[in-house]
């Protein structure tokens, strides 16, 4: 099937909104695992969560997910 241009436009569109998506709650969740980290009772947790935003926002950066592959 060919595309049109209208596809690959939205198919881009999508994609942005994706990734920024995920860097936006990767950013939420480095927030959230430092303020767990400020307490001693809550810094496994928070330091736990705070690596999954990290990754969460270097994915968001640097991942490339093709649909045609």
Same mark, same amino acid.
């Given at each position: 099937?060919?595309?049109?241009?209208?596809?690959?436009? !939205?198919?881009? &569109?999508?994609?942005?909104?994706?990734?920024?998506? +995920? =860097?936006?709650?990767?950013? $939420? *969740?480095?927030? %959230? #695992?430092?303020? !767990?980290?400020? &307490?001693?009772?809550?810094?496994?947790?928070?330091? +736990? =969560?705070?690596?999954?935003? $990290? *990754?969460?926002? %270097? #994915?968001?950066?640097?991942?490339?997910?093709?649909?045609?592959?």
């Amino acid at each position: 099937m060919t595309q049109t241009l209208f596809h690959s436009v !939205m198919n881009g &569109t999508v994609a942005f909104f994706e990734h920024a998506g +995920v =860097v936006i709650i990767g950013f $939420v *969740l480095i927030i %959230v #695992g430092l303020a !767990m980290g400020v &307490t001693l009772i809550m810094l496994p947790v928070g330091v +736990v =969560v705070g690596l999954v935003g $990290v *990754l969460m926002v %270097v #994915g968001g950066l640097f991942a490339r997910i093709d649909a045609n592959r």
